[in-house]
């Protein structure tokens, strides 16, 4: 199946006060029809941009940009405009209607859309039900917290059944419990709706909360493109190992390392976790090489529904043995010397 | 300033009373023409400014810069000055340059410059997310226009408009004193050239009124568009 957005070889460039900026430089990425789809960068990489992109905000300087079947870089405003109402957007700023309440923020891409009262009103009450709003219809945004008002968003960003919906920071403005609650959302109208999202955002933690796949943006460019599991578990570009780093914190370093050497016996060595099973096997068979080991750091937790993290050994024992028992470790998993 | 202030005159409430409420009336009526033809006039000017200036829904600058120049050539000229200018267009459109209907012309040519930028301020207030959410929507840029600016701008909106009304009021009392009637000119013909300083106070205290009432209705309005 073709994917429902496709970016081939797109670039934008804003005009500046020192020349031109390329916002993006030569993106080629695809977005199946019914994922969630991660883009995450630092601020600058070009992300806001990016997404603009796909629903016309900004217009494409040079390449293709397939969505759902038309190339917006070759559409009119006019045809944008119609083009748009199949793509929800939600904002970092909510960017609700001060002036209307929260059924008239509802409404308005329904208007829009053409939909008549009687439709627009139960459609509205739908929404609202769904992101769990339905008692504060009559209330205006200003009454609203923030994941309540992210919430509004949601419901208008899906007011017109959309088939994509494009999450521009959703969750930046908003404490950790209420970016889990606005995160279970989005996952839910991703499950339930089968909408397909493209989320941006600069923490790696929503990435690996609710995508399936991710890019990875630097200088307008893709530093590497996979599956969230890979990127976390194999981050092969710079920029992706950075990223990796703030969120797994399951290997030591520095004093931790220094102290775990001083303080034990034999050899460290971290093994990446992405297989208990075979590394408990493995580990199994220290005994009778006449190794012991010793567990002295570590964590795993999964990461769609795989388990990933890594452990810390201590492994005790004549060299040859334990160059044996590390041999064996590194043909089933990664392994990590600290020297 | 006793010496200012003589006592001379009165203020005879069986003779000045009734030119007063006539006088009044006048200006109320000057006033609120103004306010409707040039506050509507000003809206579709302003809202032209705002969305044709450069990053703006229609930006077009030829357009712009013709409208932008039109406001600075005629929003300095002084209120006198402009009277005069546009009493030919006064006297076509009217039939007559005197009395207040005529007044409202000038007025009005000179409040929708004042309105527009007033306007053109508070819209470019708008927090431009707002209006990116609604393009996002799929509307149309005339929809954007018509539907969502002016109530998300509308609590600001109301006082300039407070303001302005003020303003029309300065405005029309010295229209009063070239033939334009109300209370400009029933303080200039009853008081000031009759040296009856006792009018020209009363007047005044009245016209603090007339000011003090708009003030405090535009106020609660805007407060009530805003808390929500």
Redesign the interface.
């Known amino acids: 199946m073709a994917p429902i957005i496709e970016f081939r070889d797109v670039t934008k460039v804003f005009p500046g006060p020192q020349g031109e900026i390329r916002a993006v430089d030569g993106v080629s990425l695809a977005v199946e029809k019914g994922e969630i789809f991660g883009v995450i960068g630092y601020s600058g990489a070009g992300k806001s941009t990016l997404v603009r992109l796909i ?1 016309g ?1 900004e217009r494409v300087t040079s390449g293709q940009l397939l969505v759902d079947g038309d190339d917006v870089a070759a559409l009119s405003e006019r045809q944008l ?5 199949d ?3 939600i ?1 970092q ?1 909510f ?6 309440t929260v059924a008239g923020n509802v409404a ?2 329904l208007k ?2 053409g939909w008549p009262k009687a439709d627009r009103d139960r459609r509205i009450a739908e929404l609202l039900d769904f992101v769990g709003l339905l008692d504060r219809a009559h209330s ?1 945004p ?2 609203l917290s923030g994941g309540q008002k992210q919430r509004v ?1 949601i419901a ?2 899906l ?2 059944q959309p088939k994509i919906l ?1 999450a521009d920071e959703s969750t930046s403005a908003l404490d950790p419990q209420t970016t889990q609650d606005v995160l279970r959302l989005l996952k839910k109208v991703n499950d339930e709706l089968g909408v397909t999202i493209v989320v941006i955002t600069h923490e790696l933690e929503v990435v690996r909360s609710i995508a399936d796949r991710v890019a990875v943006l630097e200088g307008g460019r893709v530093a590497e493109q996979g599956s969230v599991f890979d990127i976390f578990t194999n981050p092969r570009a710079d920029v992706t190992q950075r990223f990796v780093s703030t969120v797994v914190h399951d290997r030591p370093r520095g004093a931790v390392l220094d102290r775990l050497q001083r303080t034990h016996r034999g050899r460290i060595v971290t093994a990446t976790v992405t297989d208990g099973a075979r590394l408990g096997a493995t580990l199994a068979s220290a005994g009778e090489l006449g190794v012991t080991f010793e567990i002295v750091y570590g964590g795993i937790g999964t990461l769609q529904d795989q388990s990933f993290g890594s452990l810390t050994l201590a492994l005790d024992g004549a060299e040859a043995d334990v160059d044996a028992l590390v041999g064996r470790l590194r043909a089933i998993t990664p392994i990590e010397e600290a020297r | 300033m006793s010496a200012l202030l003589p006592a001379a005159g009165e203020f005879e409430w069986s003779f000045h009373g009734p030119k007063l409420v006539e006088a009044l009336g006048e200006t109320l009526y000057m006033v609120s023409a103004t306010l409707l033809i040039g506050g509507l006039l000003g809206l579709v000017l302003g809202v032209a400014l705002y969305t044709t200036r450069r990053g703006g829904l229609l930006a077009n600058r030829g357009v712009f810069g013709v409208l932008n120049l039109l406001v600075n050539i005629f929003r300095p000229i002084p209120f006198l000055i402009l009277l005069m200018i546009i009493a030919p267009v006064t006297v076509a459109m009217i039939g007559t340059r005197l009395g207040s209907t005529a007044m409202i012309v000038p007025l009005s040519f000179a409040a929708t410059f004042g309105v527009s930028r007033i306007v053109e301020q508070n819209l470019v207030a708008i927090d431009p997310g707002v209006i990116e959410a609604a393009r996002a929507t799929g509307a149309t840029r005339w929809r954007i226009v018509t539907t969502l600016l002016v109530p998300e701008a509308l609590g600001p909106l109301i006082l300039g408009y407070t303001f302005v009304f003020v303003a029309i009021v300065d405005m029309s009392a010295l229209a009063g004193t070239l033939d334009g009637g109300g209370l400009g000119a029933f303080a200039l013909d009853y008081g000031y050239k009759r040296w009856n300083f006792a009018v020209v106070w009363i007047t005044v205290i009245v016209i603090i009124g007339l000011v003090q009432l708009a003030q405090t209705l535009g106020n609660r309005a805007s407060r009530r568009v805003l808390r929500r």
């Open positions: 629903n905000l405009e119609v083009k748009r109402r793509i929800g957007m904002f700023q960017n609700l209607f001060s002036s209307r308005f891409p829009v859309a205006y200003d009454q968003g208008r960003a007011a017109a494009l």
